[in-house]
Nanobody
Framework: QVQLVESGGGLVQAGGSLRLSCAAS????????MGWFRQAPGKEREYVAA???????YYADSVKGRFTISRDKVQNTEYLQMNSLKPEDTAVYYC???????????????????WGQGTQVTVSS
């Protein structure tokens, strides 16, 4: 069974940076799509970014130019570098992985097979 474990969340001031990590175990995910989603209190889970097996990256408009997704296939780990953080970025961040056949699916949480437990990111104003 695949396990995803996030780390790197915390409290940061607006304008600051954080780097989230997601370590996978149980099977290699080198041929998978890996993504990040987030959920703020009282809101639905929303797509943040995704990276496919060829390291092509995709971003939500709200984070484009500020966040960078990457992966290390050898370490079976993905990362989310978050810069210029805003209070509206405050949420629980989840990593996800799956074997999605179409890039049009990358924004859809239900298409991912595996999820981490989440890590809290809080941005103060």
């Amino acid at each position: 069974q695949v396990q995803l474990v996030e780390s790197g969340g915390g409290l940061v001031q607006a304008g600051g940076s954080l780097r989230l990590s997601c370590a996978a175990s149980g099977r290699t995910l080198s041929n998978s799509v890996m993504g990040w989603f987030r959920q703020a209190p009282g809101k639905e889970r929303e797509y943040v970014a995704a990276i496919n097996w060829s390291a092509v990256t995709y971003y939500a408009d709200s984070v484009k130019g500020r966040f960078t997704i990457s992966r290390d296939k050898v370490q079976n780990t993905e990362y989310l570098q978050m810069n210029s953080l805003k209070p509206e970025d405050t949420a629980v961040y989840y990593c996800a992985a799956g074997f999605l056949e179409s890039s049009s699916w990358y924004r859809s949480a239900e298409k991912y097979d595996y999820w981490g437990q989440g890590t809290q990111v809080t941005v103060s104003s």
